[in-house]
C-alpha cells in the first residue's frame, strides 16, 4: 500500500473521531450565558480529548514522516491504534454527562493507556520494518516520554477512586508532556535531508 493512502485513511478516522465528539456537546435549550454552565464538564472533557485527538494526529504524521514501505503488520498496528482512539469520544462523552465520577475517569484512562500501547506496537512495527539503524530507530532513542506516559495514566486510573480532579490533572499532564511535536523525529528528518548525522 502507498504511504499517502495510509496516511489519507488515518487521518479521516481522527476526523472523524473529533466530529463525533464535538456533536456529543448539546445546545442548551435556554438563552443566558448562564445556561451555559451545565455544559462545562462536557466541554472540558471535550477539550482534553481534542488535545490527545490533536497528539496522536500529530505524532502519527511525523512518524509516518520517517516511513519508507507500509507493511501488512504495519496496517494491522495502525488499526489497533485506530480502534482504541475510536473509543475516545465514548469515553469523553461519559465523563462529561457524570461529572468526572470515578468509574467513567478509570475508563477514560484505561483507553489513553491502550492508545499508548497501540501506538509503541505501531513505533516497534515500522522499527522492525525499517531496522535498527532506521532514521526512525535512531530518532526514538530511548523514549523517555513513551515511558512516562502509561505510568502517569496507570497512576491516574487508580487515584480517580479517591479524587477525580487529581486524576483529571494527571491526564491533562500526561497530555501536556506529548503537546508539542516530536522534535526528535524532525530533527533526523531535517540531518538525514542534509546528509549529516543524527
Known amino acids: 500500500m502507498k504511504k499517502t493512502r495510509f496516511e489519507a485513511f488515518s487521518d479521516g478516522v481522527l476526523a472523524i473521531i473529533i466530529t463525533i465528539m464535538v456533536l456529543e456537546?448539546?445546545?442548551?435549550?435556554?438563552?443566558?450565558?448562564?445556561?451555559?454552565?451545565?455544559?462545562?464538564?462536557?466541554?472540558?472533557?471535550?477539550a482534553l480529548s481534542f488535545i490527545y485527538i490533536?497528539?496522536?494526529?500529530?505524532?502519527?504524521h511525523h512518524m509516518m514522516s520517517a516511513v519508507s514501505m507500509v507493511?501488512?503488520?504495519?496496517?494491522?498496528?495502525?488499526?489497533h491504534l485506530l480502534f482504541w482512539l475510536s473509543l475516545v469520544?465514548?469515553?469523553?462523552?461519559?465523563?462529561?454527562?457524570?461529572?468526572f465520577a470515578a468509574a467513567?475517569?478509570?475508563?477514560?484512562?484505561?483507553?489513553?493507556l491502550m492508545a499508548g500501547v497501540a501506538y509503541y506496537i505501531l513505533q516497534s512495527r515500522i522499527i522492525k520494518n525499517e531496522g535498527k539503524n532506521s532514521l526512525l530507530?535512531?530518532?526514538?532513542?530511548?523514549?523517555?516520554?513513551?515511558k512516562i506516559s502509561p505510568f502517569l495514566y496507570i497512576t491516574a486510573m487508580a487515584?480517580?477512586?479517591?479524587n477525580?480532579?487529581?486524576s483529571g490533572v494527571i491526564y491533562l499532564a500526561a497530555a501536556l508532556i506529548w503537546l508539542i511535536p516530536d522534535k526528535r523525529i524532525e530533527r533526523a528528518l531535517r540531518q538525514n535531508k542534509e546528509g549529516g548525522d543524527i
Do not use: C, Q
Open 25 to 46: 456537546i448539546k445546545v442548551p435549550h435556554g438563552e443566558r450565558f448562564s445556561d451555559l454552565k451545565e455544559l462545562y464538564p462536557i466541554f472540558l472533557s471535550y
Open 54 to 60: 490533536g497528539i496522536y494526529w500529530n505524532n502519527h
Open 71 to 79: 507493511t501488512g503488520g504495519i496496517l494491522w498496528a495502525n488499526l
Open 89 to 99: 469520544p465514548f469515553a469523553t462523552g461519559w465523563i462529561g454527562e457524570n461529572h
Open 104 to 112: 467513567p475517569m478509570t475508563l477514560y484512562g484505561f483507553v489513553l
Open 137 to 146: 530507530a535512531k530518532a526514538i532513542g530511548k523514549d523517555l516520554k513513551g
Open 159 to 162: 487515584l480517580a477512586w479517591l
Open 164 to 166: 477525580s480532579i487529581i
